[in-house]
């Protein structure tokens, strides 16, 4: 990945109206060292205002991400179609307070790459796994194993009960029928 291929020149005077398009590829995700490792996802890049207040990005991103299941860790495949706006204004040193970035005038070049990312990132599910059956099948065995175990291991303190054991708040006693197959 070439070093100024995701910047955009906020001192063109043609800024305004301008249009472009990027690629996060695999390399880009890795070069980004986050959640997503690889994928490949288009962005559409549209100035729609240039004025007082900054600048103003219309970002369309859309294409395929690929991200560890939160159930057997194997890559999930998340599709990822989401429009996002982004205000950039020129000041004496870089800020980023979320709604809002600064750029140094000095500098005047935004690196496009990192909103994206996080656009990208901010529109995936909270929980991120494959469709029922999809798993991979050695995680989902040492994870069965592992509920059989805790299962039988809790069967067998229920059935010690000594008159010295510590009473539970029987608030939580519900919690102990809940089965997790998802």
């Known amino acids: 990945m070439k070093q100024n291929e995701f910047q955009i020149d906020l001192l063109d005077a043609r800024l305004e109206g301008s249009q472009y398009d990027f690629v996060l590829d695999n390399a880009a995700f890795q070069q980004i060292d986050g959640l997503v490792t690889r994928g490949n996802v288009k962005a559409h890049v549209a100035c729609t205002r240039v004025g007082q207040s900054g600048i103003q990005f219309q970002i369309h991103s859309e294409g395929v991400v690929y991200v560890p299941c939160d159930r057997c860790l194997a890559d999930v495949e998340l599709r990822i179609d989401t429009t996002d706006e982004l205000t950039v204004r020129l000041g004496d040193t870089y800020?980023?307070?979320?709604?809002?970035?600064?750029?140094?005038?000095?500098?005047?070049?935004?690196?496009?790459?990192?909103?994206?990312?996080?656009?990208?990132?901010?529109?995936m599910p909270l929980r991120r796994i494959h469709e029922p059956g999809k798993c991979d099948n050695a995680m989902m065995e040492v994870f069965d194993e592992h509920q059989a175990a805790r299962s039988s291991r809790e069967d067998a303190q229920d059935d010690d009960s000594n008159p010295g054991d510590v009473a539970t708040d029987s608030r939580w006693d519900a919690l102990k029928n809940i089965q997790f197959n998802n």
Do not use: A, H
């Open 95 to 123: 800020e980023d307070d979320g709604d809002v970035v600064t750029v140094p005038q000095s500098e005047g070049l935004l690196d496009i790459s990192l909103p994206i990312y996080e656009f990208v990132v901010l529109s």
